[in-house]
């Protein structure tokens, strides 16, 4: 008897390994009609340059038209694989990786066929380009509810992007002590893309900043007498320890026919530096009857850049902010920063966006210093909820700070028509845009990436995931995505830790 | 005579299928809609995957039928009967002495009242039942299985298992909705159920050592002597006594728990969310609401009908809270709010409240009801690939499925869209005008509302009932004045 059983063990274990280890490898349909189109592939990886070491592209076809998909991927050195199971495209890693390799600085080209009622249809083939150079192996991000006012369950989590591999930094729900209060985690940020020097912001129940400084783990109260409130938006300085921060009274109004929805809006914000080794925080920029947020430190850490307001007209004074904010705008400046001394120099004017009717925010320079990126609507600071928001990329200048937008790139690639494009950064070598896109359905956003080299950018595709239908069953937006060189090692019970102190 | 005691049970099923289905029917539906059960593997395994996870979900899976409140009262009514009969079960096997059978298999109804009066609040979950009902399933196997080492082996591995299966897990599932209410009734049940047959086993233990002890001492057996006509009639009556005595205290005991005002409240919600304007109207003609819910249902259904301007002051008001209330941050009081909303036209605001009440919901689990809903509002407001999500998800279910099928063919189909009874109508009642509204109803709200679109009977109902509520009279006479012109 005994000896049965474990005979069915031996026998469901092997089946298993088999079953997990086979990729389906179908037949290419023997007669087929031309469609003489693209495929319409989710997500969309037509034509796309990846980095070469990106996770597997997999896709899908629309699963209202068609009942089947078999696509053919061949490496520049004639190597063909067939792959297809249903409608979806999903490709082993290792098999993925090899052909990656091969494809190095060439093509994979990809031929889809789509079984329409009965019928094969043949696309026009398209190609995956591969760039030689990598992007950054880890991404971190916020997965969140698209919300108003109230929210549920919450993560920090990372992803490795050359495998589908997602695991959590951190949740709201762990250190959690009052539920009806809540607790809302944000704006996890990085020194130089290394998470040796971190931090996230934790609000409301057990609040806190919490600080890695050194891989050293401790929750700290950024809210000083003289400040408005605790730090908020972060950049960490490349190479002090030191952080910038704005500090806002941020509010929120809800639209009763727009598809921006929400309205969110700074009644005060200033900008503040935080000293991790000394816990001290010292004052930038306190104008109260401007707006200033989003500081970011140059790569060579002797700029702070940021976003202020321009003062209202005149007739404005008096109102509402709740009438007046479609008015406020942005632009761009910075200021000079001696690392010795932590003094600031002057502002300096780099973009002058309100004179355009624009307003210029999130801004983030290349690492090699040569480009500025930001995100520009035609108001407000919280361009992830402004449909018309694009990106901007601008050459700067060695001779003056101030640049012009008829100088800025070719975005086209990155940006689409009619969603909003938020929260741009570099990848550490600069040759990857990271962006959050709500493109998909207008309400959740989603991760896209975009090639950039020499100051041209290619089509943005979306972050690879597993089942190709993932995006369309996640009901989570992802939040100020993030690039790092290396996973956050912390595990989510010794951050919680340190709220038991 | 001998299967007596499966006549109590049934008494006792039927007692608890009764109350549920006849006096706390809304408490079930409740229940129902603050959950989305999916028959999806990522979901099974996020709740599987914790402490106390089985339950959980077999909980979660018997709480999707709460829709349908009848089937949800026998679900609790045969939970709430194997409980006891399991307790029973286990009592007769650590209790031989019929006089002791007797008083036992009355307590053995015990864990079955408490966890009764546990599942009275409306935020216990249903998986707790299932928690005392694993453990005393385990405890039975552990009793039928031969004494010695394979039991003992069996013990060994089997707590570990079963500590997964039932939990607790305190940072997750700890079966009441409120992660800081700390669930007493129930635990307090799993306690009784246990112990109960514990006590029993120990009591027979010294019993026999003492026996043992007699036979050596006088030579015969006490309990060998068996037990005469007159002794079983004896026991008869003792079972009925301890059975109606148990029975009693305890009904009396639920009885006296029963939240029937929050079972009211939740009726109106339930009439307001399937649309039983009627219903609604009947039941505020029987009974006047002095609740808020109650009377924001009752204002709606009068607009619904017409005559919320001509009846306003026939019931109780709650001012103009009781017209449209603040969006609260909770889960339960937006939704009639919520409704309003939508009846209204006001489909941002309606979905908005919406998305926050399914937001509030304490142990972050997702609503069909409102699923179905944000499906809705974004239909109609064009937003056809977040619908479609919303819908794709619903399509994972049990109840919603034949609805989220229906649905998924409007997507993008204007023509249909624009026919079809209660998107058309609503689609055309939505206002262009964007402004940024107020948690607090404001009669320029109304105002632009029922200028938008004139045909918009309900806006035009709750606007007059804006001026009478505030004593407007000026703003009153100028919108009947403005009716008149566009009659004319």
């Known amino acids: 008897m005994k000896r049965n059983i474990l005979h069915c063990f031996q026998i469901l274990a092997v089946a298993l390994l088999l079953l997990s280890s086979c990729a389906n490898h179908p037949d290419v349909p023997s007669t087929s009609q031309k469609a003489n189109s693209l495929p319409a592939i989710y997500p969309d990886y037509c034509n796309v340059t990846v980095p070469c070491n990106i996770a597997p592209l997999n896709f899908m076809l629309p699963a209202d038209e068609f009942q089947e998909c078999v696509a053919r991927l061949t490496t520049p050195d004639g190597l063909q694989q067939t792959y297809g199971d249903g409608l979806k495209v999903q490709i082993p890693e290792s098999e993925w990786h090899a052909m990656l390799g091969a494809s190095k600085g060439k093509s994979i080209k990809v031929e889809v066929w789509g079984q329409k009622q009965g019928e094969w249809l043949s696309f026009s083939p398209f190609e995956i380009h591969v760039a030689t150079e990598p992007i950054d192996e880890y991404i971190s991000y916020r997965l969140i509810e698209p919300t108003y006012v109230a929210w549920s369950y919450m993560e920090i989590a990372q992803r490795n992007l050359s495998s589908f591999e997602e695991s959590q930094i951190f949740n709201n729900e762990v250190t959690c002590v009052d539920r009806e209060k809540g607790q809302c985690l944000n704006c996890h940020s990085y020194q130089n893309y290394k998470t040796d020097n971190m931090l996230f912001h934790v609000r409301l129940s057990n609040a806190g900043t919490i600080i890695v400084n050194d891989g050293k783990v401790s929750k700290v109260n950024l809210k000083r007498d003289y400040t408005i409130s605790s730090g908020v938006y972060p950049s960490w300085h490349p190479t002090e320890k030191l952080i910038a921060f704005s500090t806002d009274l941020t509010r929120q109004a809800f639209h009763t026919q727009n598809h921006n929805k929400i309205e969110v809006y700074d009644e005060g914000s200033d900008l503040i530096l935080y000293d991790v080794e000394t816990d001290s925080v010292s004052v930038v920029s306190n104008d109260s009857t401007l707006l200033e947020v989003y500081p970011t430190w140059s790569p060579d850490g002797k700029f702070l850049y940021y976003c202020k307001t321009v003062p209202l007209p005149e007739e404005m004074h008096d109102k509402d902010i709740r009438t007046t904010f479609p008015k406020i705008q942005y632009n761009l400046y910075r200021r000079s920063f001696d690392v010795k001394s932590h003094d600031f120099g002057e502002e300096e004017l780099v973009y002058d966006a309100v004179s355009q009717d624009k307003s210029a925010t999130l801004p983030r320079i290349s690492p090699d210093g040569r480009y500025l990126m930001f995100a520009e609507g035609r108001y407000g600071c919280f361009h992830s909820r402004h449909e018309e928001a694009d990106i901007v990329c601008i050459p700067l200048r060695e001779d003056s700070a101030l640049v012009e937008k008829s100088a800025a790139l070719d975005f086209t690639p990155v940006n689409s028509d009619g969603y909003s494009e938020s929260y741009p950064t570099w990848s550490s070598n600069g040759h990857w845009i990271m962006v959050a896109s709500r493109r998909d359905d207008g309400n959740y956003s989603r991760v896209f990436f975009a090639y950039f080299n020499n100051g041209k950018a290619e089509k943005a595709f979306m972050l690879p995931q597993e089942d190709p239908e993932h995006n369309t069953f996640l009901l989570k937006s992802y939040n100020r995505p993030e690039f790092m060189v290396e996973p956050v090692r912390i595990s989510v019970d010794e951050f919680s830790k340190v709220f038991d102190k | ?488």
């Open chain 2, 1 to 488: 005579m001998k299967h007596i005691h499966l006549l109590y049970t049934l008494l006792f099923g039927v007692a608890v299928l009764l109350f549920f289905g006849m006096a706390y029917p809304h408490h079930l539906h409740y229940q129902e809609q603050y959950q989305l059960f999916l028959f999806d593997s990522t979901y099974v395994w996020d709740i599987i995957r914790l402490p106390g996870g089985i339950a959980d979900l077999l909980g979660r899976f018997c709480t999707q039928f709460f829709l349908f409140a009848w089937v949800g009262a026998l679900i609790i009514a045969l939970l709430l009967s194997a409980v006891q009969l399991l307790t029973l079960r286990l009592i007769s096997v650590s209790g031989n002495g019929a006089g002791v059978r007797a008083v036992f298999h009355g307590l053995s109804f015990v864990p079955s009242f408490l966890l009764w009066l546990f599942l009275l609040d409306e935020n216990a979950l249903l998986g707790g039942v299932w928690a005392v009902l694993l453990t005393l399933l385990a405890l039975w196997l552990f009793v039928k299985l031969p004494k010695g080492w394979v039991r003992r082996i069996v013990i060994i591995v089997t707590i570990p298992i079963l500590y997964w299966m039932v939990g607790p897990n305190w940072n997750g599932s700890h079966y009441h909705r409120y992660p800081t209410v700390f669930p007493t009734l129930l635990y307090a049940a799993w306690l009784t159920a246990v112990a109960l047959p514990l006590l029993l086993s120990i009591k027979r233990k010294v019993k026999s050592e003492k026996n043992l002890s007699k036979q050596s001492d006088r030579g015969r057996a006490a309990s060998a002597v068996p037990a005469s006509a007159s002794t079983g009639r004896r026991q008869q009556i003792l079972h009925f006594s301890l059975f109606t005595f148990t029975f009693i205290i305890m009904m009396m005991l639920v009885w006296k728990n029963a939240n029937f005002k929050a079972e009211k409240v939740m009726q109106y919600d339930f009439m307001a969310c399937h649309q039983q304007w009627n219903r609604i109207l009947q039941t505020v003609n029987a009974e006047k609401p002095n609740n808020q819910i109650g009377v924001t249902v009752q204002n709606l259904a009068l607009g619904m009908r017409g005559m919320l301007s001509e009846r306003l002051f026939d019931y109780h008001q709650n001012g103009l809270l009781g017209l449209l209330p603040d969006v609260e941050r909770d889960a339960t009081s937006p939704m009639p709010t919520a409704e309003a909303f939508y009846q209204l036209g006001m489909i941002y605001v309606a979905q908005r409240t919406v998305f926050e009440a399914q937001e509030s919901i304490l142990d972050f689990q997702k609503s069909g009801r409102c699923y179905k809903r944000l499906a809705q509002t974004n239909l109609i407001l064009g937003s056809y690939e977040v619908a479609r999500k919303y819908l794709t998800a619903l399509q994972k279910t049990l109840f919603y499925r034949d609805w989220a099928n229906e649905t998924l063919p409007l997507l993008g189909n204007e023509e249909a869209i624009a026919k079809h009874p209660e998107y058309g109508r609503l689609r055309q009642f939505v206002c262009s005008d964007d402004y940024y509204f107020s948690d607090h109803v404001t009669s320029d709200m109304l105002e632009r509302l029922f200028l938008c679109n004139t045909e918009n009977r309900l806006a035009f109902e709750y606007l007059k009932a804006y001026y009478m509520l505030t004593g407007d009279r000026e703003n009153y006479a100028k919108l009947l004045l403005h009716l008149q012109k566009l009659k004319q």
